[in-house]
Nanobody
Framework: QVQLVESGGGLVQAGGSLRLSCAGS????????MGWFRQAPGNEREFVAA????????YYADSVKGRFTISRANGLNTVTLQMNSLKPEDTAVYYC?????????????????WGQGTQVTVSS
């Protein structure tokens, strides 16, 4: 089973940017779709973005569309989430996840491996 480790979280002012990275080890991520989810205190885990195994297809939650960009570097076994124009409501723990299949998926039940999460805090 692959191990996923997120990095890049932190504290940023509203309007700022952060770049989250997810590094995989133990198995290649090349054949699998990948996703980012987030969970704020008292809320359920919610979908943020997904990318297919080739990187050719991406899908975003309406709340982040136009502000966040998901990408992958299969040669480096990494997935990245570039977050721009951050808002206080983006504050959450962000999780990287590996899809059981090769495409994009919104349902967290489609994902079989999860990282430990990285905290993103956006101040107003």
């Amino acid at each position: 089973q692959v191990q996923l480790v997120e990095s890049g979280g932190g504290l940023v002012q509203a309007g700022g940017s952060l770049r989250l990275s997810c590094a995989g080890s133990g198995r290649t991520l090349r054949s699998y779709g990948m996703g980012w989810f987030r969970q704020a205190p008292g809320n359920e885990r919610e979908f943020v973005a997904a990318i297919s195994w080739t990187g050719g297809n991406t899908y975003y939650a309406d709340s982040v569309k136009g502000r966040f960009t998901i990408s992958r570097a299969n040669g480096l076994n990494t997935v990245t989430l570039q977050m721009n124009s951050l808002k206080p409501e983006d504050t959450a723990v962000y999780y990287c996840a590996q899809n059981a299949g090769a495409g994009t998926a919104v349902d967290p039940n489609a994902y079989v491996s999860w990282g430990q999460g990285t905290q993103v805090t956006v101040s107003s």
